[in-house]
C-alpha cells in the first residue's frame, strides 16, 4: 500500500480516536449516530423494541428529541430507517405526527409483522389510553390511532408488545406508580386482525397488593404456545422473584394463577422471554444477590420444553449465569431468536468499569449467543465502548443475512447532550452449514481485544478465492508485521498479532484481496 495515502489515513483516524476501554468485539461494526430533527436537542432511545428489520433488510428505528434544560419537555417522536446496513439513514426523521393529537404522547415501540407491515404502539396522558397505528415500511399509516386500552386505575403506563409468525399482535403492559404509592398490576390485549381491534383487557397478575411490574416477552417465532414474565414484588423495597403466565391458544386464554418460576433470597428483576418456533420457552432475568447487590448483579437464562411445567439450565455455563463472575450486569434488552439460522441472541448492560468515587454508571453493552437453542453459550462480548460514559434504553433486531443489530443512547463525545448510535454485529456460523449470505462480501473486523497488551486477534471474511495481504503498520504508515500474505479461500478466517515488541501506541492493520482493501486501527496500551 502506498505509505502516503495510509499515513493520510492514520492521522485521519488519530484525530478522532477516543482511547477506549476495553474495546468492542471483533465482529461488531463501527458505531453510527442516527439523524435528528432538532440539531441542538437531547436525543433519546426508547425502552425495549424501537427497532425492526424488514424482509429486505431495511432497518427502521423511533427516538424521541427531548429539550437538554428540561428532559420532561418532549420536542417530538421521529422515526427513520436505512437500506444499507445502517451506514445512510433517512435524514431529517421522520415525526410521527400521531402522537401531537394527544396530550402526554410516549414515546413509540415498534413491531414487524410477516407481512413488513409496521406497527407503533404508544401512550398518551389525556386520554389515557394505550394506542396502536399501522404503517407501510415506508412511513405512511395504514391504520391511524386505535385504541388498545384504557387506563384502569393508575397514573402510568409501562408498555411492550410483539407480534408472533401467525400475524397476532400481543400487547403486555403493567399500570401502576410505586413512586407515589400506587401497586402495578400486569395486563394483556391482543389482535388477530391486523390492529383493527382488539379483545378485552385481561389481569394476568393477581390483585394481592404486592407489585407485578415490567411484563415482558418475544413472540417473533412463537405459535400457540405462549408465555409472558415480570418481576412481582414478594416483599421488602426490593425483594422480587420472576413469575410466568402460558397460553396453550395463542393468548386467547392464559393460565389463571401465574407460576413463580424464579425465588429465593436474591431479587430476580425484569425479565425477558423468547418463544422459539419449536415452542421452547427461553427464560432470561438479572440477580441482584442478596450479599453485595449491587456490585455482583448478574445475567441468568434457563429454558422450559413443557409450557412452564419444568425448567432447566444449559449445559455450559451449568449455573445459567451469562455473564462473568464479579462484573456487574444487568438490564436484559435484546432478546431474539434467528430460526433459520439457528442463533439465540441476548444483550444486556455491563458496568464493571463503574466509577465508585462518583457513582459514574460507565455502562456499555455486552452480548452473548447460542447455536443450539441455549444449550451451550458464547463467551460474551462487548458491543460498545463508551469510555467515561454510559449507555441506556438499548433494543436488538436480526436482519435476514443473519447480522444482529442494535442501537442504544450514550452521552455524546466531547458534549453534554445525549445521542442514539447504531451498531451491527456480522452473522454466526452456527452448527448448519455457514450460508453463503454470510459471505456476500469480503470484510475486516474489529481486532478484539482493543486496547490490547501484548497480543490481540483479527478476524476478516473472504467473498472469492484471491491472493490475500493483512498488513500491520505503524503511525507513519511503515509496515510492521505482514500476518497473511498468501492465496486464500473464501471463508472466515481469526489471526493473531502479538506486539510484545513493540511500544504502546495506535497501529493500523490493511486487509487487500481481489481489489477490496479495508483499514482500521488498534491500540497497543502497557
Given at each position: 500500500m502506498n505509505r502516503l495515502v495510509l499515513s493520510v489515513t492514520i492521522m485521519a483516524s488519530i484525530a478522532s480516536c477516543l482511547f477506549p476501554q476495553h474495546g468492542v468485539g471483533a465482529f461488531w461494526s463501527e458505531q453510527v449516530a442516527l439523524p435528528m430533527f432538532n440539531s441542538s436537542a437531547n436525543q433519546r432511545g426508547v425502552l425495549y423494541n424501537n427497532m425492526v428489520v424488514t424482509s429486505t433488510g431495511r432497518v427502521i428505528i423511533s427516538t424521541t428529541e427531548t429539550n437538554p434544560s428540561n428532559p420532561n419537555q418532549t420536542y417530538g417522536h421521529y422515526i427513520t430507517y436505512s437500506d444499507d446496513g445502517g451506514t445512510n439513514w433517512l435524514t431529517p426523521p421522520q415525526r410521527f405526527t400521531q402522537t401531537n393529537l394527544v396530550i402526554g404522547g410516549g414515546s413509540p415501540k415498534l413491531a414487524l409483522d410477516k407481512n413488513d407491515s409496521l406497527y407503533v404502539l404508544w401512550t398518551s396522558v389525556n386520554p389515557a389510553a394505550i394506542f396502536c397505528s399501522k404503517l407501510d415500511a415506508n412511513l405512511n399509516v395504514v391504520i391511524d390511532s386505535v385504541r388498545v386500552a384504557n387506563k384502569i386505575s393508575s397514573s402510568s403506563f409501562a408498555t411492550h408488545f410483539t407480534i408472533d409468525r401467525y400475524n397476532r399482535v400481543h400487547v403486555m403492559w403493567h399500570e401502576g406508580n410505586m413512586n407515589i404509592g400506587q401497586i402495578t398490576e400486569a395486563y394483556y390485549s391482543r389482535s388477530t386482525n391486523g390492529g383493527r381491534s382488539w379483545s378485552s383487557v385481561q389481569s394476568i397478575s393477581q390483585s394481592d397488593g404486592r407489585h407485578s411490574s415490567y411484563?415482558?416477552?418475544?413472540?417473533?417465532?412463537?405459535?400457540?404456545?405462549?408465555?409472558?414474565?415480570?418481576?412481582?414484588?414478594?416483599?421488602?423495597?426490593?425483594?422480587?422473584?420472576?413469575?410466568?403466565?402460558?397460553?396453550?391458544?395463542?393468548?386467547?386464554?392464559?393460565?389463571?394463577?401465574?407460576?413463580?418460576?424464579?425465588?429465593?433470597?436474591?431479587?430476580?428483576?425484569?425479565?425477558?422471554?423468547?418463544?422459539?418456533?419449536?415452542?421452547?420457552?427461553?427464560?432470561?432475568?438479572?440477580?441482584?444477590?442478596?450479599?453485595?447487590?449491587?456490585?455482583?448483579?448478574?445475567?441468568?437464562?434457563?429454558?422450559?420444553?413443557?409450557?412452564?411445567?419444568?425448567?432447566?439450565?444449559?449445559?455450559?455455563?451449568?449455573?445459567?449465569?451469562?455473564?462473568?463472575?464479579?462484573?456487574?450486569?444487568?438490564?436484559?434488552?435484546?432478546?431474539?431468536?434467528?430460526?433459520?439460522?439457528?442463533?439465540?441472541?441476548?444483550?444486556?448492560?455491563?458496568?464493571?468499569?463503574?466509577?465508585?468515587?462518583?457513582?459514574?454508571?460507565?455502562?456499555?453493552?455486552?452480548?452473548?449467543?447460542?447455536?443450539?437453542?441455549?444449550?451451550?453459550?458464547?463467551?460474551?462480548?462487548?458491543?460498545?465502548?463508551?469510555?467515561?460514559?454510559?449507555?441506556a434504553f438499548k433494543a436488538g433486531a436480526l436482519f435476514p443475512n443473519g447480522s444482529f443489530g442494535v442501537n442504544y443512547e450514550m452521552i455524546a463525545p466531547g458534549t453534554a447532550g445525549i445521542r442514539v448510535y447504531f451498531r451491527k454485529r456480522a452473522g454466526v456460523v452456527s452448527s448448519m452449514s455457514e450460508s453463503s449470505s454470510v459471505l456476500s462480501r469480503s470484510e475486516l473486523f474489529q481486532n478484539y481485544p482493543n486496547p490490547f497488551n501484548p497480543v490481540t486477534e483479527i478476524h476478516y471474511r473472504i467473498k472469492e478465492r484471491g491472493f490475500t495481504q493483512l498488513k500491520v503498520y505503524d503511525i507513519l504508515g511503515y509496515e510492521i508485521a505482514a500476518l497473511v500474505n498468501e492465496e486464500k479461500q473464501q471463508g472466515s478466517y481469526s489471526v493473531s498479532f502479538d506486539g510484545s515488541n513493540l511500544p504502546s501506541g495506535v497501529y493500523f492493520y490493511s486487509l487487500r484481496v481481489n481489489g477490496f482493501v479495508e483499514n482500521k486501527k488498534m491500540i497497543l496500551l502497557r
Open positions: 411484563p415482558h416477552a418475544e413472540f417473533d417465532n412463537g405459535g400457540d404456545t405462549l408465555a409472558i414474565a415480570w418481576r412481582d414484588s414478594v416483599g421488602g423495597a426490593n425483594k422480587w422473584d420472576v413469575y410466568i403466565v402460558t397460553s396453550t391458544n395463542g393468548g386467547e386464554t392464559w393460565s389463571s394463577l401465574p407460576n413463580q418460576v424464579v425465588t429465593g433470597e436474591d431479587a430476580d428483576w425484569d425479565p425477558d422471554v423468547v418463544i422459539d418456533n419449536s415452542n421452547r420457552i427461553h427464560l432470561f432475568y438479572h440477580k441482584y444477590p442478596e450479599n453485595n447487590a449491587h456490585q455482583n448483579a448478574n445475567i441468568r437464562y434457563m429454558y422450559s420444553d413443557n409450557v412452564g411445567a419444568a425448567w432447566n439450565y444449559p449445559a455450559n455455563p451449568a449455573t445459567g449465569q451469562l455473564s462473568e463472575t464479579g462484573k456487574r450486569s444487568h438490564l436484559i434488552e435484546g432478546c431474539r431468536y434467528d430460526v433459520k439460522r439457528n442463533i439465540l441472541w441476548v444483550t444486556w448492560k455491563d458496568e464493571r468499569d463503574f466509577n465508585y468515587t462518583n457513582g459514574e454508571e460507565r455502562g456499555d453493552m455486552m452480548a452473548a449467543y447460542s447455536t443450539d437453542r441455549g444449550n451451550t453459550w458464547s463467551v460474551s462480548e462487548f458491543a460498545t465502548d463508551g469510555g467515561d460514559s454510559s449507555l
